[in-house]
């Protein structure tokens, strides 16, 4: 499990930054999106992998450390409300600059 | 009362914040009349704790009255109040400055202003390592508004690398929050530092690898090299009294080195001890060296400032990487250099206002209204901002160099950047007010003429520049109170035991 869930938050965050690094707003967007699951999973995997252990701690030997799901739970409706706003800011910048660069300029030889 | 001192700068301006957002549709003036009391009431609470933090003592405030490792902790301590205090006064200006019509410019501007100075303040008086992150994030993403404010190309896209940066900035923070947690197993400030030195050795790898990475968040609110590239145009593109605000937003990223540097990081955290030293200083001088290279080449004068910044913030960062002597002659300088730079992008708006044709960029112009009031004033900034006698910056700029003895490269640096930027202002003074050209009376002017007129007249413009400027004249003038308290506040920082032991130990 451990490794499965490390292959995931690599590949999440390796596709985050990809993306992040590419010329047109749309891409970005997705890429800071792809960034917040990658981090919001590696949160979660802070408090150590354990299943099937209540996130309280009740006298048992063993349970699931509750404080990084309280973060994830606080990162995710951050992430939410920051990403809503880059998109309609990248919209705003598409109508204003006339194209969906990110600097704003189409220039040539430049793949979309 | 002062059992809840410290929780008053965080709410006052959210309660003013939430208030204009509730009352909706209230005029201008009003909305400046409130916003202005909530700017009074908060210089008042932050007056009122800096008074009761100097002589040492910190006010710890546990909300919800949970223990300290398990409940969110506000901590109070000199740097804290230091801090509050410079952003209410500097908020203070900005405000009335955005009085001359740019508040208008788009709505919500004041709900805006007042939740920023909310995260401010949240992010200087928290005691925990995530909830430094949710106040972060609250400042950032009021930050994203005021930076849009009034719309336009430029702003817009200086603000898109701006919020992406900041957005991929916050990843990062929490990558480092989570592998902190991971390797220490606690978010409290005050409690990491105590697990520090308790460090399993196998954990050592993470914990350096999320402190390194808190450096990196840390740098780019600050604009540190090589992640300085955003902040000239999002500061130079913005509106006045919000770049002037954001004056304060890089000094939040060096509070923040400060804080970890000495708390987390320094002599008692066992084998994570140090763990910034390596980078402060080199980081520092190479920002100062290229944004000087940025000062020479703007070519208007509200970019200039955004590099001028960047060379303070360099200078700044000097200061706390020379131990002791040099975080107090930073937090000295840390006033002055925010008070400058905010002047200098209000400056630089109302010169833009007045230059009919070509705004504040270096082109000779026709002959401005009022130019012997305007030149003095720039005058007047330029001096504080190279810092030359007689002003605050001299003296800031004296003691950080005598804290560097030994040290041929700081003084180098510091010096030589301090030359050029003399010569740089000398440039933009002399274009924009010495070399009037004759303006062909057919050429259109970029204002209407109406607008024109009421820029002239505005005397809000006035009285907040000249405000920054009789702050930076106290600070010249109390030099004595203020250095001393520095070096109080520097004393503090370096013994974390008494942090320590007022957030963890003791009395409910």
Same mark, same amino acid.
């Given at each position: ?12 965050? !390796?596709?985050?930054?990809?993306? *992040? ?89 430049? $793949?979309? | ?9 965080? @709410? ?161 923070? *929490? ?16 409690? *990491? ?5 308790? @460090? ?19 740098a780019?609110?600050a604009a540190l090299l090589p992640l300085h590239l955003?902040l000239p145009?999002?500061y130079g593109?913005?509106? $006045?009294?919000?770049? $002037?605000?954001?004056a304060?937003?890089t000094k939040?990223g060096i509070?923040?080195i *400060? ?20 980078w402060l200083m080199p980081l520092a001088l190479t920002t100062i060296a290229i944004a000087t290279l940025g000062v020479l080449a703007a070519d208007n004068l509200g970019r200039l400032s955004g590099y001028l910044v960047l060379v303070s913030v360099g200078t700044l960062l000097a200061g706390i990487a020379l131990?002791?002597?040099g975080?107090?002659a930073g937090?000295y300088y840390l006033p002055h250099s925010t008070f400058t730079a905010a002047l200098l992008f209000?400056?630089a ?13 270096f ?15 720039f005058f007047a900034a330029a001096v504080a901002v190279t810092g030359l006698p007689p002003l605050s910056g001299f003296v800031g700029k004296f003691l950080i160099l005598r804290a560097a003895p030994g040290q041929p490269w700081v003084w180098t640096v510091i010096l030589l950047a301090a030359l050029l930027a003399v010569i740089a202002l000398a440039r933009a003074g ?42 930076i ?30 957030? @963890?130990? !003791?009395?409910?």
């Open positions: 499990m451990e490794v499965m869930i490390a292959l995931a938050i690599g590949t999440l965050t !390796g596709c985050g930054v990809y993306l *992040l690094l590419r010329a047109r707003t749309f891409p970005v967007v997705l890429g800071l999106t792809l960034l917040s699951y990658g981090v919001n999973l590696f949160l979660f995997a802070t408090g150590r992998l354990v299943i099937g252990q209540p996130p309280v701690i009740s006298g048992a030997a063993s349970y699931t450390d509750p404080l990084p799901q309280a973060l994830v739970l606080t990162a995710i409706v951050i992430g939410f409300a920051m990403t809503a706003f880059v998109i309609m800011l990248s919209l705003r910048s598409r109508d204003v600059l006339g194209n969906d660069h990110v600097d704003g300029a189409n220039q040539a030889g430049d $793949a979309p | 009362m002062t059992a809840h001192l410290a929780i008053a700068p965080i @709410l006052l301006p959210f309660i003013a914040g939430v208030l204009l957002l509730a009352l909706g549709r209230l005029s201008l003036p009003v909305q400046r009349w409130l916003a202005l009391i909530s700017g009074l009431a908060q210089i008042g609470a932050a007056v009122a704790l800096l008074l009761a933090v100097s002589g040492g003592d910190m006010l710890v405030y546990r909300l919800g009255d949970w223990p300290a490792p398990w409940g969110i902790v506000l901590v109070a301590d000199r740097l804290a109040a230091w801090m509050v205090l410079i952003t209410t006064l500097l908020a203070l200006w900005a405000l009335i400055y955005a009085g001359n019509g740019i508040d208008g410019q788009g709505r919500h501007f004041h709900v805006l202003f007042q939740m920023q100075l909310f995260g401010l303040a949240g992010a200087f008086l928290t005691g925990d390592l995530f909830n430094l992150f949710v106040f972060f994030e609250i400042l950032l993403i009021a930050s994203y508004g005021l930076a849009l404010h009034g719309g336009g190309a430029q702003r817009t896209r200086a603000g898109l690398h701006y919020v992406v940066m900041n957005l991929a900035g916050s990843t990062v923070f *929490l990558f480092a929050a989570g592998l902190i947690y991971a390797a220490l197993g606690s978010l409290n400030l005050a409690d *990491l530092a105590l697990k520090a030195s308790q @460090l399993a050795p196998d954990q050592l790898g993470l914990a350096r690898a999320g402190g390194l990475l808190l450096l990196a968040v840390f780019l609110k955003w145009a999002a593109g913005t509106s $006045a009294p919000v770049a $002037a605000l954001f304060i937003m939040l509070y923040a *400060l804080r970890s540097h000495t708390l987390l990081f320094g002599e008692g955290a066992g084998s994570l001890a140090h763990l910034f030293d390596p131990g002791s002597q975080i107090a937090l209000l400056l708006d109302a010169i833009k206002r007045r230059r009919l044709q070509h705004g504040d960029t082109t000779p112009d026709a002959d401005m209204a009022h130019h012997a009031l305007w030149g003095g004033l002399s274009e924009l007010f010495f070399n009037a050209a004759q303006v062909r009376a057919d050429t259109p002017s970029l204002l209407p003429a109406s607008q024109a007129a009421q820029a002239i007249a505005s005397g809000r413009e006035l009285l907040a520049v000249g405000g920054l400027l009789a702050l004249l106290a600070l010249t003038v109390f030099a004595g109170p203020a250095v001393d308290y520095a070096q109080a506040t520097a004393q503090q920082l370096a013994d974390p035991a008494s942090y320590i032991s007022a957030v @963890l130990g !003791g009395k409910p």
